[in-house]
């Protein structure tokens, strides 16, 4: 993988981008609180037929697969924010070209050009991806 400078951009830009990546991270922290996870676990110990502990157990399964994906996401968050203080930001780590302010604009956590993304995407379906792929 190439390794080439971030993408120039103003100081308002990269404000821009850090403060979309922090407020996403408080977001994703909310959601992945205490206070969310003990609504999920502080049901009825003893439900009162099948029906309710199918429900209950569905609702338990959801909220820890969300929770699995939030924390992927919040890693993402977190990573984007390290590139933008090394200023790395905005480069791909696939292939060290720029990021199309486009994309970033959407995904402002993406570390791949939509090109690399694709090929990352493809290895992973077909089990071929590195151990820094694994999102």
Not at 8 to 35: C, F, N, P
Request: with cysteine.
């Amino acid at each position: 993988m190439a390794k080439t400078k971030a993408v120039s951009t103003s100081s308002t830009v990269s404000e821009r981008y850090s403060h979309a990546l922090i407020t996403k991270s408080q977001e994703l922290r909310a959601s992945m609180s205490a206070q969310n996870a003990a609504q999920v676990v502080a049901r009825p110990d003893h439900p009162s037929d099948e029906g309710d502990l199918s429900q209950r157990s569905h609702d338990e399964w959801i909220f820890l697969n969300r929770n699995k994906l939030e924390v992927r996401l919040l890693r993402d968050v977190e990573d984007a924010l390290r590139r933008i203080e090394s200023e790395q930001y905005g480069v791909c780590q696939e292939c060290g070209e720029p990021i199309s302010r486009k994309r970033l604009e959407a995904l402002p956590w993406a570390k791949y050009c939509v090109s690399c993304q694709d090929l990352v995407t493809a290895r992973k379906q077909v089990g071929e991806f590195r151990p820094n792929e694994e999102d």
